[in-house]
Structure formats: structure tokens, C-alpha cells
């Protein structure tokens, strides 16, 4: 049952000399009771720093991290009553699973014997692995690892679960397992989590709320579909998402969008939402535009370069002037399809995101989907940061 | 055309013909290749350990009348034997045990960044590089009981100055530590290696979990370092079980025969008394005492390993 509060989180390596690396640059963000929080970005974002500094392995520079109110920012390891999953388990490698899980209750608690073997057999229960108690970390797969390392988080019952990559090490099939396993313990205990992937699906997938870091600062926290259907700017747009959005550079003239290869005709709403900008970046899903439409609507022809089957989709890329575009089309649509040929795409002004082309802020978003929220308000309304 | 063709098969044929058998494809039907590898390591081993180490054996057991015990029992049942026995483990086992215990200590401090390391740490290391016997000078000199520098020290200290080379006890911790100097760095060297290759997030779960520092290093870190440990120690015994220039030149076994050790003694009886047999049987002894440490450490490597 607990609160995270982050207030202006700072970190700078090699303070003052040339090599002066900002990593986290004001980040302020609440994380809710119970929450599963998400923080997503590419390496180098900051995602992991900030998580160290909550686990109290990096210093901060200045800001403050808060747990249920009491102030935790300059408060060792070990009194902040968290409990973190490694990327590569870091489980102890002489020790038993046991030993490995008992190991904190061991050595920081008032606990017995009896009652931390219980604590450990029920974790163990949990996370389906009695059965390797008394072996090593070196006798198990990297799956049975990974769960040991995160029965070691749950015996220890704290007040934040810290998460870094704790898939990545996984093969793709065993990650979509966990993945699901690791969100039905979430729910179960109820403990509020923070969870840390270079992956926007793992962060699509598993998150209540997620917060996209890009160069230290945090672009936008909101929920999976706020930010893909809401995105803040430019990066989060091209983040979220698989395929990534497409984004063409057009000139606004009236009511045209004119890009070197075709013109496209939007609504007077669109117009005002723009202003006076004439530059604008065009930003289209990959899933939003169809194959097919004739010259009296929007409709656009490109070359076909590539097509990839996945088995429920086909990606092709066809190039539109000098920019490549992906679809993401039916796999039975494709079938006509050849390389090299051209062909005719269409898609419909809800789908069309604009974004400024200089401060990569969103002006235009997904207009087709709104669903409402339970409380019958905006499930979308997105909450984001300047 | 039809001619061309035959000469492309007839090549194409040839290409995958058997070369003529050389001298090696006619010795493999004989003996597996492998042991013609390796008959040079062989034949170098046994001209150089194997044969002379028999002729140790043989020498050991030959009195003045073809095969006898006499040189084995004369040593069993010398008090001076005894002596020399108990000086080398009084050398080699305190020696050690220190060594390992401040070069583990100096790898701790070393994990640790702070200024100048890497320049402090070559300090460090100078000791190991230096002739055994150049540290047994200079520390023959620092003990000096008239121009010593340690005595010097103590007088301006206002302790008393010792004759720290003319005392049997005295002359041991000398020697001790002037060995202590010198391979000190040998452990710590090795012990920091192992204590780097610790991956880091190992030791911040262990910070994360609430442990100590002192808990930190008795269950993650020297658990790691353990196996690494135990082949230093055995090194470094093997190395002081032979060490006899720094004691040569410290005190040259003396004083009487207090800092003897088992090869200044074998070299004592086989080259200055000229009794070879008798230095043979001596020889096979510390030969015996070796290995059976030796096989106790071996022991617990493998212990340690299938705990891992």
C-alpha cells in the first residue's frame, strides 16, 4: 500500500568537467498505490538511472523521491523497503534458491527461521518453483532464474517492486509467458511497481500507466492508449507502436497538405488546429492506411519496395516520392500484391497526425477513437508535461 | 566439344581422388595420430622429471650395501630433522596466512575508487618483481640490531632496540616479514582480479536485500573470491616451502640453525656434506609433505566446485 512521490529528479555524471552527462533532468512523476508504472525510451533515456536512484544505487543530484510521504532521497538501500528484479537476476551464485530468497529476510529482518522458511515456501509456491529450492542458480534456465529472482523480490513483501528488464534476457516465446505472469502477480499482490524495458510492446502490454523518457527528460506519462492513440510530440508517436508511425514532411495551403508525391485535402477543423503553420510533419500508422481508393478521394500511389508476411499481417513498404512508407495490411490483401508494381493507398483524415515540424509538438491527433472512460469522462485525456 | 567434356570429368574425378599416403597416413594405421602430438611433451617430460625423479627414489634407497631404509631412518630419528621440519612450517604457514589475510584486505580497499589509484596500485606491486634475495639484503640491513633502520626507529620511539637476527624467535618474525612484504601484492593482485570479475549487480542486490558491508563481503563477496583464494594459498605455500634466498641472505639459517628451512638443508647435507643419498631421502620426505598439502587444497577446490 504505497505512494510513490518523485519531486524534480536530477542526476548529472562527472559533475562539472567536460564530460558533464545530464541522464535524469527534472523528472517529476507520481506513482499510485498498487500501480504498475512503466518506463519506456531508447538507451540512454534515463529509465534506468532514475530507477537506480529510487533503489538508492546512485546518488541523486538534487530532487526528491518520497514513499507513502517519508523522504527516502539521501536513505540507504536497505531502508527504503524496496525490492529489485536485475536484468541478469543477479541471484548469488553459491547459494541455494532458498538461501538466495531467505538472504534478505536473513539478514535485515527480526524474522525466525520457521517463519522465513514459510515466507520463502509460499513465494516459492507462488512462483511455481518448491521444487528447486535446494538447487543452485548455475543447475537452472534462465526462465527458472528469473523466477527465483522474483520469488527473492516477494518473500522480502516490500513497498515498491523495482523492475529492470527483468525480460529481456528471455527468448521471445518465454517473454510473452512471463509477460502475462508477471502482470497476474501484480494484480494478486497488489504492490506498487515500477518496471523498466527499451520495449514498447513489453510497456504496452503491461503497464497501467506508462512514461516515455527520451535524453533524461520524461515526454509523456499516460496510459498504453493515451499514448498511442494521444501522443505528446513527435518521439512518442515514433515510439509507440510497431510498426513505427510513418511521418512525411507536407506543406500546408489552405486546405491541402501538399506533399512532393500527392495532395491530400483536410477539414476546416484540421486548418484551425494548425494556426498559421504552413511546415508540418505528417505522422501515419502504419495500420491506418488501406490499400486501394481511387483519384476522386485522398488517395495516394507508391512503388512497392518489400513485403513482409508476419502470418496475421503483411508490412509492406512502398515509396511515396522520396520517403518510404510502411502498411500494415490483411496478409489476404497482400496477396495480389508484387514488388515493384504500383499501387494505389488511401487513408482518412482521423487518422492523420500533425506535428510541428521545429518543437516536434503533436497539434493534430487520432480523432477517430474516443472511447470513454469508465466514469463516462475521456478515457484519453492525456496527461502531459510541457 | 564431346572431348572437352571428358577432360572436365576426368578432373572433376581426380579432384576428389585420395592423395598417395605419406609417411603420416601410414603411421595412423599403426598408432592414433594424437600420441605422435604429443611424444615431444612426453619424451621431455620423462628425460627431464620422470627419469631423474627415479633415480631420486633409487638414490634414496641405496646404502653402502645395495638397497636399504637407513637413510629414511636416520632422519626419522634426528632431533635436528625434527627441527627443520617444524622452521619451515613455522615459516610457510604464518607467511601465508598473513599474506592472504592483508592482500584480501588491500583488494577491499582497492575496490573502492579514490585518487591515484591506478599509480598506487603499481606502488604496490613493485615488491613481487624483486629478486628474493635483493629483498633479503635490504631486509637484512633494516634489521641491522647497529645501523638498522627498525632499531633506529624504536630508539627514537624510545622502545627498546633488539638483535633482531641473532634471536631464533626474532629472526623468524624478521624473516616472515620481509616475505610478507614481498608477496603480499602476489594475493592481493589475484584476490582484486577475482573481486572485479564480481558481477556488479550481485553486490547491489546483496545492498538492495540490507546487507552489511562486512555481510556483503562474508556471503557475496568471498564466496566468489573462495576458489581463487585457495589456488593462491597453494602457490604461494609451494613457493615458500622453496624459498631459501631471502632466508640465505637474511640469516643464512642461523641464528644456529633456527630459520633452517627444508631446501637449505637439503642442499646443506647433498652438496657441502656431499651425502647425496641421505639429501635424496630428505628430498623424497619434503616431496611427500608437499604433495599432501598440496592434495589437501586440490580437495577443497573440488569440494568448492560442485558446491557452485
Same mark, same amino acid.
Given at each position: 500500500?504505497?505512494?510513490?512521490?518523485?519531486?524534480?529528479?536530477?542526476?548529472?555524471?562527472?559533475?562539472?568537467?567536460?564530460?558533464?552527462?545530464?541522464?535524469?533532468?527534472?523528472?517529476?512523476?507520481?506513482?499510485?498505490?498498487?500501480?504498475?508504472?512503466?518506463?519506456?525510451?531508447?538507451?540512454?533515456?534515463?529509465?534506468?538511472?532514475?530507477?537506480?536512484?529510487?533503489?538508492?544505487?546512485?546518488?541523486?543530484?538534487?530532487?526528491?523521491?518520497?514513499?507513502?510521504?517519508?523522504?527516502?532521497?539521501?536513505?540507504?538501500?536497505?531502508?527504503?523497503?524496496?525490492?529489485?528484479?536485475?536484468?541478469?537476476?543477479?541471484?548469488?551464485?553459491?547459494?541455494?534458491?532458498?538461501?538466495?530468497?531467505?538472504?534478505?529476510?536473513?539478514?535485515?529482518?527480526?524474522?525466525?527461521?520457521?517463519?522465513?522458511?514459510?515466507?520463502?515456501?509460499?513465494?516459492?509456491?507462488?512462483?511455481?518453483?518448491?521444487?528447486?529450492?535446494?538447487?543452485?542458480?548455475?543447475?537452472?534456465?534462465?526462465?527458472?532464474?528469473?523466477?527465483?529472482?522474483?520469488?527473492?523480490?516477494?518473500?522480502?513483501?516490500?513497498?515498491?517492486?523495482?523492475?529492470?528488464?527483468?525480460?529481456?534476457?528471455?527468448?521471445?516465446?518465454?517473454?510473452?509467458?512471463?509477460?502475462?505472469?508477471?502482470?497476474?502477480?501484480?494484480?494478486?499482490?497488489?504492490?506498487?511497481?515500477?518496471?523498466?524495458?527499451?520495449?514498447?510492446?513489453?510497456?504496452?502490454?503491461?503497464?497501467?500507466?506508462?512514461?516515455?523518457?527520451?535524453?533524461?527528460?520524461?515526454?509523456?506519462?499516460?496510459?498504453?492508449?493515451?499514448?498511442?492513440?494521444?501522443?505528446?510530440?513527435?518521439?512518442?508517436?515514433?515510439?509507440?507502436?510497431?510498426?513505427?508511425?510513418?511521418?512525411?514532411?507536407?506543406?500546408?495551403?489552405?486546405?491541402?497538405?501538399?506533399?512532393?508525391?500527392?495532395?491530400?485535402?483536410?477539414?476546416?477543423?484540421?486548418?484551425?488546429?494548425?494556426?498559421?503553420?504552413?511546415?508540418?510533419?505528417?505522422?501515419?500508422?502504419?495500420?491506418?492506411?488501406?490499400?486501394?481508393?481511387?483519384?476522386?478521394?485522398?488517395?495516394?500511389?507508391?512503388?512497392?519496395?518489400?513485403?513482409?508476411?508476419?502470418?496475421?499481417?503483411?508490412?509492406?513498404?512502398?515509396?511515396?516520392?522520396?520517403?518510404?512508407?510502411?502498411?500494415?495490411?490483411?496478409?489476404?490483401?497482400?496477396?495480389?500484391?508484387?514488388?515493384?508494381?504500383?499501387?494505389?493507398?488511401?487513408?482518412?483524415?482521423?487518422?492523420?497526425?500533425?506535428?510541428?515540424?521545429?518543437?516536434?509538438?503533436?497539434?493534430?491527433?487520432?480523432?477517430?477513437?474516443?472511447?470513454?472512460?469508465?466514469?463516462?469522462?475521456?478515457?484519453?485525456?492525456?496527461?502531459?508535461?510541457? | 566439344?564431346?572431348?572437352?567434356?571428358?577432360?572436365?570429368?576426368?578432373?572433376?574425378?581426380?579432384?576428389?581422388?585420395?592423395?598417395?599416403?605419406?609417411?603420416?597416413?601410414?603411421?595412423?594405421?599403426?598408432?592414433?595420430?594424437?600420441?605422435?602430438?604429443?611424444?615431444?611433451?612426453? =619424451?621431455?617430460? %620423462?628425460?627431464?622429471?620422470? +627419469? *631423474?625423479?627415479?633415480?631420486?627414489? !633409487?638414490?634414496?634407497?641405496? /646404502?653402502? @650395501?645395495?638397497?636399504?631404509?637407513?637413510?629414511?631412518?636416520?632422519?626419522?630419528?634426528?632431533?635436528?630433522?625434527?627441527?627443520?621440519?617444524?622452521?619451515?612450517?613455522?615459516?610457510?604457514?604464518?607467511?601465508?596466512?598473513?599474506?592472504?589475510?592483508?592482500?584480501?584486505?588491500?583488494?577491499?580497499?582497492?575496490?573502492?575508487?579514490?585518487?591515484?589509484?591506478?599509480?598506487?596500485?603499481?606502488?604496490?606491486?613493485?615488491?613481487?618483481?624483486?629478486?628474493?634475495?635483493?629483498?633479503?639484503?635490504?631486509?637484512?640491513?633494516?634489521?641491522?640490531?647497529?645501523?638498522?633502520?627498525?632499531?633506529?626507529?624504536?630508539?627514537?620511539?624510545?622502545?627498546?632496540?633488539?638483535?633482531?637476527?641473532?634471536?631464533?624467535?626474532?629472526?623468524?618474525?624478521?624473516?616472515?616479514?620481509?616475505?610478507?612484504?614481498?608477496?603480499?601484492?602476489?594475493?592481493?593482485? =589475484?584476490?582484486? %582480479?577475482?573481486?572485479?570479475? +564480481? *558481477?556488479?549487480?550481485?553486490?547491489? !542486490?546483496?545492498?538492495?536485500? /540490507?546487507? @552489511?558491508?562486512?555481510?556483503?563481503?562474508?556471503?557475496?563477496?568471498?564466496?566468489?573470491?573462495?576458489?581463487?583464494?585457495?589456488?593462491?594459498?597453494?602457490?604461494?605455500?609451494?613457493?615458500?616451502?622453496?624459498?631459501?634466498?631471502?632466508?640465505?641472505?637474511?640469516?643464512?639459517?642461523?641464528?644456529?640453525?633456527?630459520?633452517?628451512?627444508?631446501?637449505?638443508?637439503?642442499?646443506?647435507?647433498?652438496?657441502?656434506?656431499?651425502?647425496?643419498?641421505?639429501?635424496?631421502?630428505?628430498?623424497?620426505?619434503?616431496?611427500?609433505?608437499?604433495?599432501?598439502?598440496?592434495?589437501?587444497?586440490?580437495?577443497?577446490?573440488?569440494?568448492?566446485?560442485?558446491?557452485?
Amino acid at each position: 500500500m504505497s505512494k510513490l512521490d518523485i519531486k524534480q529528479l536530477r542526476k548529472v555524471y562527472n559533475r562539472g568537467t567536460d564530460t558533464e552527462i545530464v541522464a535524469v533532468d527534472d523528472l517529476s512523476l507520481t506513482v499510485d498505490d498498487g500501480e504498475f508504472l512503466v518506463f519506456v525510451g531508447p538507451s540512454g533515456c534515463g529509465k534506468s538511472t532514475t530507477l537506480r536512484s529510487i533503489a538508492g544505487l546512485e546518488d541523486v543530484t538534487s530532487g526528491s523521491i518520497r514513499i507513502d510521504g517519508r523522504d527516502i532521497t539521501g536513505q540507504k538501500p536497505k531502508n527504503r523497503d524496496i525490492a529489485m528484479v536485475f536484468q541478469n537476476y543477479a541471484l548469488y551464485p553459491h547459494m541455494t534458491t532458498r538461501e538466495n530468497m531467505s538472504f534478505g529476510l536473513r539478514v535485515n529482518s527480526m524474522l525466525d527461521d520457521d517463519e522465513i522458511d514459510a515466507r520463502v515456501n509460499e513465494a516459492a509456491k507462488m512462483m511455481g518453483i518448491s521444487e528447486l529450492l535446494e538447487k543452485r542458480p548455475g543447475t537452472l534456465s534462465g526462465g527458472q532464474q528469473q523466477r527465483v529472482a522474483l520469488g527473492r523480490a516477494i518473500v522480502r513483501d516490500p513497498r515498491v517492486f523495482l523492475m529492470d528488464e527483468p525480460l529481456s534476457n528471455l527468448d521471445a516465446k518465454l517473454r510473452i509467458q512471463m509477460r502475462a505472469e508477471l502482470e497476474t502477480l501484480q494484480n494478486k499482490l497488489g504492490v506498487t511497481t515500477i518496471y523498466v524495458t527499451h520495449d514498447q510492446t513489453e510497456a504496452m502490454t503491461m503497464a497501467d500507466r506508462i512514461a516515455v523518457l527520451d535524453d533524461g527528460k520524461l515526454q509523456q506519462i499516460g496510459t498504453p492508449l493515451e499514448c498511442y492513440y494521444k501522443p505528446a510530440n513527435q518521439f512518442v508517436a515514433e515510439f509507440i507502436g510497431s510498426p513505427t508511425m510513418n511521418f512525411l514532411t507536407v506543406e500546408r495551403s489552405g486546405n491541402r497538405l501538399v506533399h512532393d508525391a500527392f495532395e491530400f485535402v483536410v477539414s476546416n477543423d484540421t486548418v484551425d488546429l494548425c494556426g498559421d503553420r504552413t511546415a508540418l510533419v505528417m505522422g501515419l500508422r502504419p495500420e491506418d492506411i488501406d490499400l486501394g481508393g481511387d483519384e476522386t478521394t485522398n488517395a495516394v500511389s507508391g512503388i512497392v519496395e518489400v513485403i513482409q508476411p508476419t502470418g496475421d499481417d503483411a508490412y509492406i513498404d512502398i515509396t511515396i516520392g522520396d520517403d518510404t512508407v510502411t502498411l500494415d495490411i490483411d496478409p489476404e490483401q497482400s496477396v495480389g500484391v508484387s514488388v515493384g508494381e504500383e499501387i494505389t493507398v488511401s487513408f482518412d483524415e482521423e487518422g492523420v497526425y500533425l506535428f510541428d515540424p521545429q518543437t516536434e509538438a503533436t497539434i493534430k491527433t487520432n480523432t477517430e477513437l474516443e472511447p470513454a472512460g469508465p466514469d463516462g469522462s475521456d478515457a484519453l485525456d492525456t496527461t502531459t508535461k510541457p | 566439344m564431346a572431348q572437352e567434356t571428358s577432360h572436365c570429368e576426368t578432373a572433376g574425378d581426380s579432384a576428389y581422388e585420395r592423395p598417395a599416403p605419406d609417411l603420416f597416413d601410414r603411421l595412423e594405421e599403426y598408432v592414433d595420430p594424437k600420441w605422435i602430438f604429443v611424444l615431444p611433451a612426453v =619424451l621431455y617430460a %620423462a628425460i627431464l622429471v620422470v +627419469i *631423474p625423479m627415479i633415480d631420486l627414489f !633409487a638414490l634414496s634407497f641405496t /646404502g653402502h @650395501s645395495g638397497f636399504s631404509l637407513a637413510n629414511y631412518e636416520q632422519m626419522v630419528t634426528d632431533s635436528n630433522f625434527h627441527a627443520i621440519i617444524v622452521n619451515t612450517i613455522m615459516f610457510v604457514m604464518p607467511s601465508t596466512a598473513i599474506e592472504l589475510i592483508l592482500g584480501v584486505a588491500l583488494a577491499l580497499a582497492f575496490y573502492r575508487d579514490f585518487p591515484f589509484k591506478e599509480r598506487v596500485q603499481t606502488l604496490f606491486l613493485i615488491p613481487m618483481v624483486l629478486s628474493p634475495f635483493a629483498v633479503g639484503m635490504m631486509f637484512r640491513w633494516f634489521f641491522d640490531s647497529s645501523l638498522g633502520i627498525v632499531n633506529y626507529l624504536f630508539g627514537q620511539a624510545g622502545l627498546p632496540r633488539f638483535v633482531w637476527l641473532g634471536d631464533a624467535t626474532l629472526a623468524m618474525i624478521s624473516i616472515i616479514i620481509a616475505d610478507v612484504w614481498q608477496w603480499t601484492p602476489f594475493v592481493f593482485l =589475484l584476490a582484486y %582480479a577475482t573481486m572485479k570479475s +564480481i *558481477p556488479e549487480s550481485i553486490v547491489e !542486490a546483496a545492498k538492495i536485500d /540490507g546487507a @552489511s558491508r562486512w555481510q556483503r563481503f562474508r556471503y557475496v563477496v568471498l564466496p566468489h573470491i573462495y576458489p581463487v583464494l585457495l589456488i593462491t594459498a597453494l602457490i604461494k605455500l609451494i613457493i615458500a616451502f622453496k624459498s631459501s634466498d631471502k632466508i640465505f641472505a637474511m640469516t643464512n639459517g642461523g641464528p644456529g640453525s633456527a630459520t633452517k628451512t627444508m631446501t637449505m638443508y637439503i642442499y646443506e647435507i647433498t652438496f657441502e656434506f656431499g651425502n647425496f643419498e641421505r639429501g635424496a631421502a630428505a628430498s623424497v620426505l619434503f616431496l611427500v609433505l608437499i604433495l599432501v598439502i598440496g592434495n589437501v587444497f586440490v580437495w577443497l577446490l573440488r569440494r568448492t566446485d560442485r558446491e557452485v
